[in-house]
């Protein structure tokens, strides 16, 4: 199993800045998800962060949005740049520890506004 | 990832079971059938999971078309936590992509 928490759990922001998501695994994983889920909407991928090579974005998100960094095996950021409303939505961060047809852990969420 | 259909909505009363369908007439021989649930306020987490054998486990019972073109989730009695958005998700155990592609999923209610 793996408990994952994130930082920050929640955050209003300004149109134009960029927020920094925290995604901290209790153990060593190599591949990382970042998923967004709109309001009254379903989990969409956003990319796939594994340690020691570039991120894969899913269609629809660009690297130069949403940032991602992946420094060791229980750590990721994903960054949200130059916001705007549209961009509210809860982000979420999964791991797939075993590599395994099996159970991927999910993150609590950050839960971010933009105003 | 193939796709799967499920109800947008059900309704159960406390300490009932509940069978939630999801249909997924284009499955392929390496698919799993996987299911997450999400509670309100919380990240999704997995249910049960299965390839062609019916499963079980202490949360719940996964039936299986013989076909493979359908599936059921049982929950033998449902209790208001189990009030959530589930997820029926078709997983390739064939290659290295291990991501999950959510549908719409199905909101239960569960009635006191």
């Known amino acids: 199993s793996a408990v994952i928490s994130q930082k920050p759990s929640r955050d209003i922001c300004q149109r134009g800045t960029s927020l920094t998501i925290q995604c901290q695994v209790d153990?060593?994983?190599?591949?990382m998800f970042w998923y967004r889920q709109q309001p009254g909407q379903s989990l969409t991928l956003i990319a796939t962060a594994n340690q020691g090579s570039e991120a894969t974005y899913e269609s629809g998100f660009v690297i130069d949005k949403f940032p991602i960094s992946r420094p060791n095996l229980t750590f990721s950021t994903l960054t949200v740049s130059n916001m705007s409303p549209e961009d509210s939505s809860i982000y979420l961060c999964?791991?797939?520890?075993?590599?395994?047809?099996?159970?991927?852990?999910f993150g609590p969420g950050t839960r971010l506004t933009v105003l | 990832d193939a796709k799967t259909t499920q109800p947008n909505s059900m309704e159960s009363n406390e300490e009932e079971p509940v069978h939630l369908p999801c249909n997924h007439s284009?499955?392929?021989?390496?698919?799993?059938i996987h299911w997450y649930r999400q509670l309100p306020s919380q990240g999704p987490e997995y249910v049960i999971h299965g390839l062609t054998s019916n499963v079980n486990n202490r949360m719940a019972s996964l039936a299986i078309a013989e076909d493979r073109k359908s599936s059921t989730l049982i929950l033998h009695r449902a209790t208001l936590r189990d009030a959530a958005v589930y997820y029926c998700?078709?997983?390739?155990?064939?290659?290295?992509?291990?991501?999950?592609?959510f549908g719409k999923g199905t909101l239960l209610t569960v009635n006191p």
């Open positions: 999964s791991v797939d520890p075993v590599r395994t047809n099996s159970e991927q852990f």
């Open positions: 284009t499955i392929s021989g390496t698919d799993y």
């Open positions: 153990s060593q994983v190599t591949m």
């Open positions: 998700i078709l997983r390739d155990s064939g290659g290295s992509n291990y991501k999950l592609t």
